[in-house]
Nanobody, 122 residues
Framework: QVQLVESGGGLVQPGGSLRLSCTASGSPFAITHMGWYRQTPGKQRELAATITKDGTTNYAASVKGRFTISRDNAKNTVYLQMNNLKPEDTAVYYC????????????????WGQGTQVTVSS
């Protein structure tokens, strides 16, 4: 059983930065693809960023150029560095993992974290 534990959310002013972390346990992290989804009440869940086991990254158009996803296999941890945050980035952010990248891309990853709230407001 894989467990994903997120941290790093909080309240930040527009234009500010936050770094989310997600530490995984229970599965060989190095062969697992990872991603970050975000959900706002009343809106469709959005896949913000993905990183494959080989380190290939992909971003939603809404965050490209502002967010950076990375991973540290030695620490079993994936990060989401968020810069130049906007009020529309306010959401609950979920770390996800799966050994099949398509599962992450199609909103059906096997494992989800508990979510961490990010609020961008002045």
């Amino acid at each position: 059983q894989v467990q994903l534990v997120e941290s790093g959310g909080g309240l930040v002013q527009p234009g500010g930065s936050l770094r989310l972390s997600c530490t995984a346990s229970g599965s060989p992290f190095a062969i697992t693809h990872m991603g970050w989804y975000r959900q706002t009440p009343g809106k469709q869940r959005e896949l913000a960023a993905t990183i494959t086991k080989d380190g290939t990254t992909n971003y939603a158009a809404s965050v490209k150029g502002r967010f950076t996803i990375s991973r540290d296999n030695a620490k079993n941890t994936v990060y989401l560095q968020m810069n130049n945050l906007k009020p529309e980035d306010t959401a609950v952010y979920y770390c996800v993992s799966d050994r099949i990248i398509r599962a992450i891309l199609t909103d059906s990853p096997q494992y989800w974290g508990q979510g961490t709230q990010v609020t961008v407001s002045s």
